[in-house]
């Protein structure tokens, strides 16, 4: 599982109790489209709907959007600019929505407590630079075992591992996970970079410091209070080429458990799944797809094809 799986494990304990609080800001953005949430038309171009319309389920084709569970602090893959969401994800979205003849509207979200809200109907498909994993399509808590919520299916669209971001020069010489035992390194909250940390063997234990939001982390590091950051990987590369002009941080050896990104979709919601799976295969074939990973710079995620539940 990746950093983000992308956040995994640590916080799905905690799933259960957060029930119908998870989404209270859930429709604060609209992005993909214009401000106001009306309807979309049906026509890509002014002669007709779009190609895939006719595939999508008559209550997002009523409604013309197809509402979107995201947590908007994760640059470059997904923020807020200029008060819009910007990023890979919401391009991608408007991408998938020029096939689909409807637009994608973003909601502002809590990462850990965005699929309870799908779960509970509150959007229609969480689309946060999601990890997919096992545990997340049997809705089980990871830790336990235990059966949390419904069946997810996703339509897996990008590949990333987590990356080690270190202090500009490197001062304490880290090359791998195992250099940080005995030191203190700080990860999102939920993240699966918690989890590749607390796994990894060591005779003095990491001391991982947890925070709510990866801009958190970063400005840990910054300060000197951790020697480390650990998260995605096209996190960590924006971090590092944006962060004083490029001064501050780098990033050190080579990504670490790489798995799908995936669009998640309840299991029950077959129609919007195959839907966004086709749409997901035309930009992949037209070239759109590979405009938006290239616009952003990390066309080294991209995938030949949408796939299905691909993680593991």
């Not at 009523?62 to 602090?73: I, N, R, T």
């Not at 946060?128 to 996703?154: C, H, N, W, Y």
């Not at 669209?157 to 971001?165: E, K, L, P, Q, T």
């Not at 958190?216 to 995605?232: C, F, I, M, Y």
Request: net charge negative; glycine share 10%; aromatic share 6%.
């Amino acid at each position: 599982m990746t950093a983000r799986a992308r956040r995994g494990s640590a916080a799905m304990k905690h799933l259960a109790a957060l029930g119908a609080m998870t989404v209270a800001g859930a429709l604060a953005l609209t992005g993909c489209g214009d401000d106001s949430p009306e309807k979309a038309s049906p026509s890509a171009s002014g002669t007709g709907k779009a190609p895939l319309y006719d595939e999508l389920p008559e209550s997002v084709r009523q409604a013309g959007v197809v509402k979107v569970g995201s947590d908007m602090l994760y640059p470059p893959m997904e923020f807020v600019r200029n008060g819009r969401p910007t990023g890979v994800d919401p391009d991608l979205a408007a991408t998938l929505g020029k096939e689909l003849g409807v637009k994608f509207q973003f909601g502002n979200n809590a990462f850990d407590t965005l699929l309870t809200g799908l779960r509970a109907k509150h959007y229609d498909v969480v689309m946060s630079a999601m990890t997919d994993t096992k545990d997340r399509q049997q809705g089980l808590d990871p830790s336990s075992g235990e059966k949390i919520g419904e069946d997810v299916d996703f339509v897996d669209y990008f590949r990333a591992g987590a990356s080690i971001m270190v202090k500009k020069g490197n001062p304490e010489g880290i090359k791998t996970l195992a250099d940080l035992c005995g030191k203190k390194a700080a990860v999102q909250s939920g993240s699966t970079a918690y989890d590749l940390l607390q796994s990894q063997k060591c005779d003095e234990p990491i001391d991982i410091e947890i925070f709510d939001t990866h801009d958190e982390a970063q400005a840990r590091l910054k300060s000197g209070a951790v020697v480390a950051d650990v998260a995605d990987y096209p996190v960590v590369a924006y971090a590092v080429k944006t962060s004083g002009g490029g001064k501050d941080f780098e990033t050190v050896g080579e990504q670490l458990d790489a798995g799908p990104y995936g669009i998640a979709v309840l299991s029950s919601n077959t129609r919007l799944r195959d839907a966004i799976r086709a749409a997901l295969d035309a930009a992949i074939r037209d070239g759109s797809y590979g405009k938006v990973l290239d616009k952003w710079n990390v066309s080294d995620g991209a995938v030949d094809n949408a796939t299905i539940n691909s993680g593991t």
